[in-house]
Every structure is written in C-alpha cells, then in structure tokens.
C-alpha cells in the first residue's frame, strides 16, 4: 500500500529543509555570505538572544566584517515541524563558538527558525535565538 501524496510531498520538504540546514550550518561556520544571501529571506525578522531584532543586512554585513565569526556550530535535537506546503518551522539545540565584537564566546543556543517557500524557493523568513 503506497503512502498518501501529502506524506510524500511532506517527506521531500523535510529533506530539503535538512539539506538546506546544513548548507546554512556551513555558512554560518565558514562566513559564506554569499551562500547566506541565498537561504535568508530578504524581509527577514530575526530576534537574538540579547532581545535585538535584527534583519538579513545586519546578518550579512555582520559575517562580511567578521562581527561573527563561528569555529564550531554543532547541531543536535533538531526538530522540523511542517505547518503547510510553503512553511516549515525547525527547532534546534546549538553549541556554538567563536567570536562576538572581537570576544570568544562557547555556549549552547536554542534556535527556531521559519522557512518560507516562495517563487519555489525555500528561505529563512523569521527566526529567534535562545541563549541556554
């Protein structure tokens, strides 16, 4: 007995979301801002962990400069929750370390972030970071 269409559909996006996290877990590490410009959605709305509401040029322009700059992004208890055919929340754990404005820092973070397709295309819409 085959599975549902729906199933199936939810299945592809799941892996897509997974395939796409983990490229986005390698620009985070390596500062690819070009990778990041790609998966993070132009209208993005990000709260960090200090309370700040932050957008895509901010993030962007804070891994040019090396305002960011991660040596480890270790992910666990990833979680991808799909809502409909164009919205997929993920929630994380990460251990995340390097430097913040020049300080070294090594902490684990809660993450959820929301993907939206649009234009067939997945990216980064909203997202909030959760010092643990």
């Not at 892996?15 to 410009?37: N, P, R, Y």
């Not at 649009?118 to 909030?128: E, K, L, T, Y």
């Given at each position: 007995?085959?599975?549902?269409?729906?199933?199936?559909?939810?299945?592809?996006?799941?892996?897509?979301?997974?395939?796409?996290?983990?490229?986005l877990?390698?620009?985070?590490?390596?500062?690819?801002?070009?990778?990041?410009?790609?998966?993070?959605?132009?209208?993005?709305?990000?709260?960090?962990?200090?309370?700040?509401?932050?957008?895509?040029?901010?993030?962007?322009?804070?891994?040019?400069?090396?305002?960011?700059?991660?040596?480890?992004?270790?992910?666990?208890?990833?979680?991808?929750?799909?809502?409909?055919?164009?919205?997929?929340?993920?929630t994380?754990?990460?251990?995340?370390?390097?430097?913040?404005?020049?300080?070294?820092?090594?902490?684990?973070?809660?993450?959820?972030?929301?993907?939206?397709?649009?234009?067939?295309?997945?990216?980064?819409?909203?997202?909030?970071?959760?010092?643990l």
């Amino acid at each position: 007995m085959s599975k549902p269409v729906a199933s199936e559909k939810s299945s592809m996006e799941n892996t897509t979301i997974e395939t796409l996290e983990e490229k986005l877990q390698h620009a985070m590490l390596t500062s690819d801002v070009a990778v990041l410009d790609e998966l993070i959605a132009d209208d993005l709305v990000w709260t960090m962990h200090t309370g700040f509401v932050g957008n895509k040029q901010y993030d962007l322009e804070a891994h040019r400069t090396g305002i960011f700059r991660f040596t480890k992004v270790e992910i666990s208890d990833r979680q991808i929750h799909p809502y409909s055919q164009d919205c997929i929340v993920v929630t994380l754990k990460a251990e995340l370390a390097g430097t913040l404005n020049g300080q070294a820092f090594s902490e684990p973070y809660r993450f959820t972030r929301v993907w939206l397709q649009r234009h067939n295309r997945w990216q980064i819409i909203a997202g909030h970071v959760s010092l643990l």
